[in-house]
């Protein structure tokens, strides 16, 4: 099957700080990423996806950042708040298929 | 809020027995799909069902179905439960419309089977 990584699986920053979650996928034909935030309880949240053809993509105080050249994929989150703790799925799939998600990465702001 | 229902939200059962899942996808979307979030693993991807048919099937055990009805209500199904049933079950939804497929979950349900 695919596989889908993260790095890390658990990312303490402090409250104002910048935070980088990473992710690593192994299928060359995948084309469309997107990272989820999963608050505890709560199902994944959409925060910002990219297509293969893009190498970055920013929206609200994230920044994507795909480099095909070493299947890698990351999130990046500026001025870290606490209500950004929370578990960070990436997921990748190839037009037409099914996504396959990362373990996740646990992220925890301190105060 | 996603837009997207499931109920119950939680479910406590037996081993043996059968349960049913219900997921009401977001306005306008007509593809669903099922997820199984264990608390060792990441999301499992079950099964897609798009306008009332099946379209994808990923790691859905023999025990386990679900169907699209008409009104694109999702059920899931899962029947000899066994302990490792136990985790959480997520519905998405996407719309075959727009230049994207993201899917937006619904907030899940619960299932303990003891």
């Known amino acids: 099957g695919e596989s889908v990584g993260l790095h890390l699986p658990t990312l303490s920053v402090q409250e104002g700080d910048n935070s980088i979650i990473n992710c690593a996928y192994s299928?060359?034909?995948?084309?469309?990423f997107i990272w989820y935030k999963q608050e505890s309880g709560k199902g994944p949240q959409f925060i910002i996806d990219?297509?293969?053809?893009?190498d970055k993509r920013q929206g609200q105080r994230v920044t994507v950042l795909l480099n095909k050249t070493v299947k890698h994929l990351s999130l990046q989150i500026a001025a870290t708040q606490p209500g950004d703790s929370a578990v960070y799925f990436c997921?990748?799939?190839?037009?037409?298929?099914?996504?396959?998600f990362g373990t996740g990465t646990s992220l925890t702001v301190i105060p | 809020d996603s837009g997207v229902t499931q109920t119950p939200k939680h479910l406590i059962t037996a081993t043996g027995q059968r349960v049913t899942l219900r997921c009401s996808p977001r306005?306008?979307?007509?593809?669903v799909y099922w997820y199984q979030q264990s608390l060792d693993q990441g999301l499992q991807f079950l099964i897609q069902?798009?306008?009332?048919?099946?379209?994808a099937k990923g790691n859905i055990l023999e025990r386990f179905s679900a169907q699209q009805f008409p009104d694109l209500h999702s059920e899931l199904n899962l029947s000899s439960l066994e302990l490792g049933d136990s985790a959480l079950y997520f519905c998405?939804?996407?719309?075959?419309?727009?230049?994207?497929?993201?899917?937006?979950f619904g907030p899940g349900t619960r299932l303990t089977v003891l």
């Open positions: 299928n060359s034909a995948s084309d469309y």
């Open positions: 306005s306008g979307d007509l593809s």
């Open positions: 997921a990748e799939s190839s037009t037409g298929n099914q996504f396959y």
């Open positions: 069902y798009y306008n009332g048919e099946e379209r």
């Open positions: 990219i297509r293969s053809n893009m």
């Open positions: 998405a939804s996407s719309s075959p419309w727009g230049s994207t497929d993201t899917q937006y």
